[in-house]
């Protein structure tokens, strides 16, 4: 049995009624069935509430007033301390201690966010991520490949882990025979988050050690790669920094790693359960981009966080500077006054886009990637693969955090 965190007092400015008790890392119910949880929740709970567990925080959970928090970064900051505060932390640190990553842009507020987010601009565009569409099928066709005689597989580590990170590698310029590390750094990587914030800094400088050798080695002689290119930009009329590229690689390296694994996780474990879904998309694939959006949508699984930077009022609380705002993207997704039906899974769902890759100024730059990613797993997984179910011996297993995860998932076919 899993223990939650330790409750912390409820201070002054909230009232009683805006309370609910919700562990966003060990609640036994998110752990058994997330989604189904996330359901509960919004038939339990107020759109927003506040929720002693996990040090104590504000949680929305309603699709518009995660909409609203998110496109109104002056009192919802990405910042996890106000400038001047950082600027004093990293003045008092020891002048020997090595310089700990950040992962710009995705921690900062406008106007700083918009001038470093722009240099990664155009590698993520559609026209840039369709040209490496045919190598990451080939990637997804030699993982499939060499499972398929088995007639079964975990599909996270077989499949869902392998795939991204070698993607990753190659967009890089990093050598494949580095898959183990990288796979290996994700896992820790991901323990780190959810141990400490010093814990998860001290992971940043650690991935930004693995990246440096080719990180330095491009500066002089450029390839065909997002490092080389990253090198060839400037902002402000400033040339890139080694310090700013650590940052990039960092950034790169958390946003677009995990968070495909558990994209194509929900969605494999989706189809894995619903036989008929995948006769469907199999006898006609010019379905499975509509299925991608709505696996995302049905399967939202980020939580991106704010500070509260200046006195604001959400969900009709009022809220102080300081206090922590958990923006549970899997509750906007659910939300049955957004959405009909919203548990359902409809192919041709009309009018309203998902959520799940955020909104406002942060909203994914990683988001055609990641699409692109997604349609072509489940393209090769339903053109080679005979129809696949989950294994009813071993059942999925779930953690949570900023993330809602899956840590195995066993399939298996004829
Ligand atoms: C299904 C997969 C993915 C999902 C669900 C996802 C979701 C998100 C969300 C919700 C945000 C907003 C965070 C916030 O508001 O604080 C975000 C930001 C970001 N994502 Fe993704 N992401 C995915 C894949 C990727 C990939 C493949 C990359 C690229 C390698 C990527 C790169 C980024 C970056 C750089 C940001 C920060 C943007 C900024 O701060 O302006 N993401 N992502």
Redesign the pocket.
């Known amino acids: 049995m899993t223990t939650l965190t330790e409750p912390v007092p409820v201070p002054g400015h909230i009232p009683p009624e805006a309370v609910y008790d919700f562990d966003l890392r060990f609640d036994p119910g998110l752990l058994a069935n997330p989604h189904e949880r996330v359901r509960e929740l919004l038939r339990e709970a107020p759109p927003v509430f506040w929720t002693p567990r996990n040090g104590g925080r504000w949680v929305a959970i309603g699709h518009r007033e995660i909409f609203d928090a ?1 496109r109104d970064p002056e009192h919802f900051s ?1 910042s996890p301390m106000p400038k001047a505060e950082m600027e004093a932390l990293m003045a008092s640190l020891p002048a020997d201690m090595p310089r700990i990553p950040q992962a710009v ?2 921690l ?1 507020d406008p106007p700083e ?1 918009t001038r470093y ?1 722009a240099p ?1 601009q155009g590698s ?1 565009s559609p026209k840039a991520v369709q040209a490496r569409k045919e190598s990451i099928r080939e990637l997804a066709n030699e993982l499939i490949d060499a499972v398929v005689a088995d007639g079964h597989c975990d599909f996270i580590p077989a499949v869902a882990e392998p795939l ?1 990170v070698r993607i ?1 590698l190659r967009m890089m310029g990093l050598p494949e025979a580095r898959l183990p590390e990288f796979r290996d750094l994700v896992h820790e990587f991901l323990a780190a988050t959810l141990s400490s914030d010093i814990e998860a800094a001290l992971m940043g400088r650690k991935v930004a050690d693995a990246m440096l050798d080719v990180i330095q080695a491009r500066r002089e002689d450029p390839q065909d790669d997002l490092i080389s290119l990253l090198w060839a930009t400037e902002i402000d009329g400033r040339p890139m920094t080694l310090e700013l590229m650590e940052d990039y690689a960092v ?2 390296f958390i ?2 790693l995990d ?2 694994i ?2 194509m996780g929900f969605g494999v474990r989706h189809l894995a359960a619903n036989p008929e879904l995948q006769a469907q998309l199999r006898a006609d694939p010019s379905l499975i981009p509509d299925a991608t959006e709505e696996l ?1 949508r049905r399967y ?3 939580i ?1 966080v704010r500070r509260v930077a200046q006195a604001v009022e959400l969900g009709g609380w009022q809220m102080l500077p300081g206090d922590w705002l958990a ?1 549970y ?1 899997p509750g906007a997704d659910l939300d049955p006054r957004e959405y009909e039906s919203p548990e359902e899974f409809t192919l041709k769902r009309q009018g309203k886009a998902h959520i ?3 909104a ?8 055609h ?2 699409r692109v ?2 349609q072509v797993l489940y393209t090769q997984m339903l053109e080679r693969l005979p129809p696949f179910r989950l294994d009813p011996q071993r059942p999925a297993k779930f953690h949570s955090g900023n993330i809602i995860a899956l840590d195995s998932l066993p399939l298996r076919w004829d």
């Open positions: 998110s990405s842009p995705i900062m966010h987010r990664l993520f991204p990753f950034l790169l946003a677009g968070t495909v558990n994209g995302l939202t699984f980020t991106p923006l993207l799940a890759f955020g406002g100024v942060h909203r994914c730059l990683g988001s990637l990641a990613e997604l």
